[in-house]
């Protein structure tokens, strides 16, 4: 039994006395209902991203990897300008869990084959199983996995990649080189085919409608090329700005294209329609941008200006998480302490279902990991109960939430007005011994984790007092008032016996009822039959000559009509007593009768 705190006695209800009432509906077969109850501090169901722990172990991150395979969080990395005495650059791989680091490859070849320190500027691609395709300067297409003393790769003609990403297929990556687009084998990083454009900063490939994405932020366009022809397809304009640029993302799914530009994202879909315009707090500026196909979101990145002169800047960025449908926020911004953009962009890697979120902090040197918490959502509430004094109680709620909320029962003395909470009670199910004293109380279960609290509708209790008519709630014997008739007895006759009464309904403790006495002919047989439990037989009447006496037998209260007793041997003691009453009247009447003359 759950352990229940004491409280001011309240008054009795008035009702009649019922059967407990266990909310236990999948008992019952009753549905569930989310109806009722309310969110404490914010709505039920509230998703919101929480910083659960912060990895320093990979030097400078300038981009992440999820991979979609091993699972191994991939970090390219510069080199740590105030550790001298190490070089941090390379391609690091850490457990996502905790940051620990299983390995890191610093090693790669140079221009003339020679292996040497690198640091990592860009993640492509995932290579299949584990490893990862990557980009490092001035012109390095590399590839590498866990566990590798160095990384392959090879260099790019012709002047500094300023920008690269995943290919069209899988043997291949696109670089730009200022204003021109090639695609690179990456085994080889030969050239296969490239076009010139009037400018551009960065692009994005959407393998699955064939098109490339290239932003030139200086002469605000953007520019749809065909992949089969590798020719600039369509020409879209993008807003006047100062010409910042920050990333040029495509939706895997929708091949909707994200534009960071200045202090907002520019989203259009996958014919350069403008389907809406993104904007962060303060002087923000979006820097990264990821896509997850399972909640259909994209999760922005955006970092703060880093000149606290300036109105709005403070130093802080902030996480957006928006639907990929309508680009509405669906969790409220989470801020993103001291993260700017005076030392390098951010980068962002997604795990699919989007419960974990990983960002990186160039200026500070770290990994922040983010996990997504909803708030309690109540999906069963108590309901009212009423029970007798003395029986068990039983109240279950339920929530869903994410972390798993924790539960605790609450009651109200006043209808609702103040609430304690129970002690000890911290279990869905709260179960006690109702006292007459917690007739009329309110009770409910509050549920909450990291993003909320919510709390169920209230359950009222009624408690009554046992009716000592009917032995009190159900189950008990109940009085000997509605059993079967007992079967009368035979007309006297001389030297007869009176018949057995007959059962009554079937019960669960009532007895058969005594055989009628065997005396002379002037009474009857006794009748009467066992009650069942709850009930009995009808008594049978009390007479001369001519109907058997009746009591029913068994474990009953004294039944109703006039009954004599409730055992069979006091129904031999009172028939006995009848028998010899009636002998006498007769005798007394005979000899008061004259004699015939005759």
């Avoid at 911290?426 to 006690?432: A, N």
């Amino acid at each position: 039994m759950t352990p229940r705190l004491p409280f001011t006695p309240g008054r009795a209800g008035a009702a009649s006395a019922a059967l407990a009432l266990v909310l236990a509906s999948a008992a019952t077969g009753s549905p569930v209902s989310a109806a009722g109850g309310e969110g404490a501090d914010v709505p039920q169901g509230t998703v919101a991203y929480r910083s659960v722990a912060q990895f320093t172990t990979a030097g400078k991150p300038r981009d992440l990897l999820l991979h979609p395979d091993s699972k191994k969080l991939y970090v390219g990395s510069d080199d740590l300008p105030e550790t001298a005495d190490v070089n941090e650059s390379g391609l690091h791989v850490l457990d996502p869990a905790d940051g620990k680091v299983r390995s890191t490859v610093g090693q790669a070849p140079g221009p003339t084959g020679a292996l040497g320190r690198r640091a990592v500027r860009q993640l492509l691609a995932p290579l299949p199983g584990d490893g990862a395709v990557f980009f490092y300067p001035l012109r390095g297409i590399g590839t590498a996995k866990d566990g590798d003393a160095a990384a392959a790769g090879a260099w790019v003609p012709g002047a500094a990649v300023t920008h690269a990403t995943a290919g069209l297929t899988p043997s291949t990556v696109l670089v730009a080189q200022g204003p021109v687009l090639s695609e690179v084998d990456i085994a080889t990083a030969a050239v296969k085919r490239s076009v010139t454009l009037a400018g551009g900063d960065a692009f994005a490939v959407d393998a699955a409608r064939g098109t490339v994405w290239f932003t030139d932020t200086g002469n605000r366009r953007m520019y749809r090329i065909d992949a089969a022809t590798f020719q600039v397809a369509a020409t879209v304009e993008l807003p006047a700005g100062e010409g910042f640029g920050g990333f040029t993302e495509v939706d895997p799914e929708t091949g909707s294209v994200w534009v960071g530009l200045d202090s907002s994202v520019v989203v259009h879909d996958a014919t350069g329609k403008r389907l809406g315009t993104l904007r962060g707090a303060g002087t923000d500026m979006p820097r990264a941008a990821g896509f997850d196909a399972t909640t259909h979101e994209a999760f922005v990145v955006w970092q703060d200006a880093g000149d606290t002169s300036q109105p709005g800047s403070d130093n802080d960025g902030t996480l957006t998480v928006h639907r990929t449908r309508d680009l509405q926020e669906v969790v409220k911004p989470v801020v993103l302490p001291g993260i700017h953009v005076q030392l390098g962009s951010a980068a962002v890697a997604v795990e699919p279902g989007g419960a974990t979120v990983f960002v990186s902090d160039p200026v500070a040197g770290r990994i922040t990991r983010l996990e997504r918490a909803t708030s309690p959502k109540v999906t069963r509430n108590p309901g009212d109960q009423a029970v007798t004094a003395g029986s068990r109680v039983s109240l279950t709620a339920e929530a869903e939430g994410t972390p798993r909320p924790t539960v605790t029962w609450q009651v109200s003395t006043d209808a609702g007005r103040t609430w304690q909470a129970v002690a000890g009670a911290t279990s869905p199910t709260y179960t006690f011994t109702a006292a007459l004293s917690d007739s009329g109380r309110r009770y409910r279960a509050e549920f909450g984790n990291d993003a909320g609290v919510g709390r169920t509708a209230a359950a009222t209790l009624t408690v009554t007092i046992a009716d000592p008519t009917t032995g009190g709630g159900s189950g008990d014997g109940g009085s000997a008032t509605t059993g079967g008739s007992a079967t009368t007895g035979g007309t006297g006759g001389t030297d007869s016996t009176g018949s057995t009464g007959s059962t009554g309904s079937t019960g669960s403790t009532g007895s058969t009822g005594s055989t009628g006495s065997a005396t002379g002919g002037s009474d009857g047989g006794s009748g009467g039959a066992g009650g069942s439990d709850g009930t009995s037989g009808t008594p049978g009447s009390v007479g001369g000559g001519s109907a058997g006496a009746t009591i029913g037998g068994g474990d009953h209260t004294t039944s109703s009509g006039g009954a004599l007793a409730s055992t069979g041997a006091a129904v031999v003691s009172l028939a006995g007593s009848a028998v010899v009453l009636t002998a006498a009247g007769w005798v007394l009447l005979r000899r008061a009768r004259p004699r015939s003359t005759g």
